[in-house]
């Protein structure tokens, strides 16, 4: 049942789980699931506090096990995804995969780590395709990406009746991720995709492989494994799509996806250019110290707790900006979710030095209420490809991290709020590919 949480994944899905306090909540919460699905209750029955315990017996998660399976089907995962305070009380969700459907969990904890409440919230609205987007105008079939030892399932979308058209290559953000990016109801990648083809050019995207292999990145690895080499087949991929013009290839990055897309265009010479979407320009450590900072102001907790999560927390995270191993730091060095190696690899990297020495065009767009990637790297985009002819730059003040229109910055709880990409980002990017 339980999947792999990183602390880094704030760079798409932001929690507030930045302390081992919460990751301590993290494991019993996943633990309480795992009694109950092992019908074990009796078990799963002391995790509550005990008032709690007085009110609600083993019986009683029997039956609610008993109703909550018979409704959803075979449980295939239940991982917590975010934690927050209310008050007094810790709140963790967890994301709950059955064979028939999902549901999400919430299990409040009180500050001695006991339940004291299950509840579980009514489904979010489903997506709703763009209202920019046409069906008529494209076609989508399903294909294999071949990469060596792997296979990822894909999704090839062409224009009707267009030949010679341009075409994209989506690249996820970072975390495990299927081929439409989704996030809560959003799926922003779907919505780039369609919204390109129906604007008349043509697109791959991809299971991440971190969603098919989990077991392979259970020791050590890098951004190679995790993104690089699978962004490189499915650029091979696009060349074979019929009607695609072999030199209108691009690649579209988001969030560590962006700020990779310099490095795989290394190893990708077919590529015509690269949109870089709501990317890092600075080291992936600072990106994270940032979030949790900004977690924190959001938090409005006047208890000091929350400051004092943080203080515990940026000390975990600066370990992580190791530029080598050594006798003590092995490459499978566990460095607040990750292996060492993949901090040593990407500490090494300057993606806007990168960028610039590439002859591709470049086209860099941030959002102004992105909560994730801030404004600071847009800005150090800019600075650093000053003087380079070919790229551009899309700055909306509006767009969120998953580039879809919102009324502020907010936090992750938006994302559960179904919004689409914003029209004018779609329209940019296919305006650019058009240039």
Known sequence: ??????????????TFAFSQNVISLFGKASEFFNYLEAGKFDTAHLY?????????????????????????????YID???SKIQGEFYAVTLEGKFDRDVQT?????????KVVGLFMPPKAVGYTKPFYVNTDLYTESSVYLQSPGHQLAAIVTVPKDVTNFPIVVLVHGSGPSDMDGTVGPNKPLKDIATGLASQGIG???????????PAEFAKAFTVKEEVMDDAVAAVALAKTIKGADVKNIYLFGHSLGG???????????????????????RKLTDIIVEQNKYIVTQAKDTTGQAQKYLDEALKLIEPSRLTKLG??????????????????DLNAYNQVATAKASLKKVLVIQGGNDFQVSETDFNLWKTGLAGKTNATFKFYPEVNHLLSAQLEKGNSSQYQTMVNVAENVVKDIAAWIKQ
Not at 203 to 213: A, E, F, L, Q
Request: proline share 7%.
């Open 1 to 14: 049942m339980k999947k792999a949480f990183l602390l880094f994944a704030l760079l798409f899905v932001s």
């Open 48 to 76: 509550f506090d005990e008032t709690e315990r007085t009110k609600i017996t083993p019986e009683n998660l029997q039956k609610l096990w008993i109703s909550v399976k018979s409704q959803l089907g075979d449980v295939e």
């Open 80 to 82: 917590p995804i975010q």
């Open 105 to 113: 969990f919430v299990l409040m904890f009180n500050k001695s780590e």
């Open 203 to 213: 697109s791959v995207r991809y299971v991440k492989r971190t969603v098919i292999y």
């Open 259 to 281: 700020m990779l897309a310099p490095r795989i265009a290394t190893l990708a010479p077919d590529l015509k250019g690269m949109i870089i979407a709501a990317a890092p320009a």
């Open 327 to 344: 006798t003590t730091i092995k490459p499978d060095s566990i460095i607040i979710g990750l292996p060492a190696s993949y901090w040593v």
